[in-house]
């Protein structure tokens, strides 16, 4: 953000202006304004927190353990994320490929850890250069007709592309994605703990710290939950990692987009096989980092 505009925003949100006064005096729109001001929250410099409730720009997490229950000895999941669908960019070709890949392994479930759909930002060219489908009905039917079907789930928390539409007309995507496909099943926004046969599994997107709702930063996320899970997945940045952090097992998918640049190459997802001891407990996990 420009640092005047910066500053001039910061003024008129503790003048208590209203959203509408504050559109005219910067000359800019109301979605523009919202995404602002969210950039003024996660750098720690909002004060006013009566602004919190016009610009909410994302989904409430479900703070709720989803729970799947699963008896095999050996469990099989796939990790990916950031499809951003409707994008230019997108690659549907590669996910059918990676799908394939899944039933041909016999993988138990897939978790996608956001960014299903491109979305639609404040961005003018955004709409004009970048998109496959630059309308909700449009990015809903196309994602719906696209990702490929799986004879098991695919669970998708939604990422901050997923969420510009909430912002925009208050609808959830995945959501209603979810609601036409069977093997889709939406875990909410920002993040989700996943009981997975008493594996305990968490998904975040990782732009944001749901607990804080500043920016996310590893491991002191991790280090900072109260119960540490056994493995967290994380998305958003487009760069993978894999890190142990105490006992917990963390891992960072890449895009599944064709390259931007040079900066922007990876193409990666992790198989994981999950092995229990008689006791249900984790015996060890193998893992295995594909490139595309």
């Not at 998708?156 to 496909?181: A, C, F, P, T």
């Not at 931007?260 to 008689?278: A, G, P, Q, T, V």
Request: charged share 30%; hydrophobic share 35%; net charge negative.
């Amino acid at each position: 953000m420009e640092y005047t505009l910066y500053k001039n925003l910061l003024k008129l949100i503790d003048m208590n202006l209203s959203i509408e006064e504050m559109c005219e005096i910067l000359n800019i729109d109301i979605i523009t304004l919202k995404i602002l001001i969210d950039d003024i929250r996660k750098n720690g410099d909002l004060k006013n927190e009566n602004i919190d409730k016009v610009t909410r720009i994302r989904p409430k997490p479900n703070d709720e353990i989803f729970n799947i229950t699963e008896d095999s000895e050996c469990i099989k999941i796939a990790l990916i994320g950031d499809t951003h669908l409707a994008l230019k960019r997108d690659d549907i070709d590669l996910l059918n490929k990676i799908y394939d890949e899944v039933e041909k392994k016999r993988v138990n479930y897939v978790f996608h850890c956001g960014d299903f759909t491109e979305g639609l930002s404040y961005r003018k060219k955004h709409i004009t250069s970048h998109l496959k489908e630059a309308t909700y009905e449009g990015q809903l039917e196309y994602s719906i007709a696209n990702y490929p079907m799986y004879s098991g789930k695919t669970y998708v928390i939604s990422g901050n592309h997923d969420d510009w539409w909430y912002l925009i007309n208050n609808k959830e995507i995945i959501r209603d994605i979810s609601k036409e496909r069977d093997d889709i099943v939406y875990l909410g926004a920002l993040y989700r703990n996943i009981d997975l046969a008493n594996i305990k599994i968490q998904i975040v997107h990782g732009d944001i710290n749901p607990i804080t709702g500043k920016k996310l930063k590893q491991p002191g996320y991790v280090l900072g939950l109260k119960e540490m899970p056994d493995i967290m997945h994380f998305g958003h940045i487009h760069k993978h990692l894999y890190e142990v952090i105490k006992k917990t097992e963390c891992f960072r998918t890449s895009s599944l987009c064709e390259p931007r640049d040079e900066r922007d190459i990876e193409r990666i997802i992790f198989w994981l096989n999950i092995y229990k001891d008689d006791n249900g407990k984790i015996k060890k996990i193998d893992k295995k980092m594909q490139c595309f």
